[in-house]
């Protein structure tokens, strides 16, 4: 147990529309980061939070995109007008105690978009 | 532009041999190394990790090794089991940039 849950597992949606995805931290990290993962590749970092701010955005983040983390605690994803390259593994990850290098993973959001 | 590299996209090896899976990487502000183990439809899991100051650290059956100078990275399992078979990653972080990279990870197969 890596303390991090997302929810859904799974989503597939059709091209064009609006999905969101949620990440809760069991206990209260102050650091909480979004990947991505595609097929044949490593995760690529998308963005993080410090609380409730957003501190970091990868390039891979286009307008589509927006995270949220309010209060701190639990964080959305959205993906607005979806296509088909969003089609990923989307990850969410929080760091051991306070070694912000050793990020542990939740099990992920398998997005299929057709 | 792959600043974390792993060369090998798969590897297979007998159980109770030793497994080498190696990485490289180019960023020289790179300062600290992690191996990731992921089995399919599953997030990630943290297996082992190595700060720049050390060249090795063991953990049980797995101990990472780094070359600063050549900018190499290797895990080896010993023995290997059943239960390794995955996808390994290997990734690093810089000091100022709590982001980790990547690598395309290396598919460890452990035959019977």
């Known amino acids: 147990d890596t303390g991090v849950s997302q929810n859904p597992r799974h989503k597939i949606t059709k091209r064009g529309q609006n999905v969101t995805f949620r990440c809760d931290p069991i206990?209260?990290?102050?650091?909480l980061y979004w990947y991505r993962q595609t097929l044949g590749q490593g995760p690529e970092f998308l963005t993080y939070?410090?609380?409730?701010?957003?501190?970091?955005k990868s390039r891979l983040l286009s307008d589509r995109f927006s995270a949220e983390r309010p209060k701190g605690s639990f964080s959305t994803l959205e993906i607005q007008r979806t296509e088909q390259g969003d089609s990923a593994m989307y990850l969410c990850?929080?760091?051991?105690?306070?070694?912000?290098?050793?990020?542990?993973f939740g099990p992920g959001t398998r997005l299929t978009v057709l | 532009d792959q600043q974390v590299k792993q060369n090998s996209p798969s590897l297979s090896v007998q159980e109770g041999r030793i497994s080498i899976l190696n990485c490289d990487y180019t960023?020289?502000?790179?300062?600290?190394f992690l191996w990731y183990k992921k089995y399919p439809a599953e997030g990630p899991t943290f297996l082992i990790s190595?700060?720049?100051?050390?060249d090795k650290n063991e953990d049980g059956r797995f101990t990472v090794f780094l070359n600063k100078s050549a900018k190499h990275l290797s895990l080896h399992i010993v023995p290997s089991q059943p239960g390794d078979s995955a996808v390994y990653f290997c990734?690093?972080?810089?000091?100022?940039?709590?982001?980790?990279?990547f690598g395309k990870g290396t598919r460890l197969h452990i035959l019977p």
């Open positions: 990850a929080a760091p051991r105690d306070n070694s912000y290098n050793e990020q542990f």
């Open positions: 206990s209260e990290h102050n650091r």
């Open positions: 939070f410090q609380n409730e701010a957003q501190l970091e």
């Open positions: 960023n020289s502000m790179f300062d600290y």
């Open positions: 190595i700060s720049s100051i050390k």
């Open positions: 990734a690093a972080s810089g000091d100022r940039d709590d982001k980790i990279i």
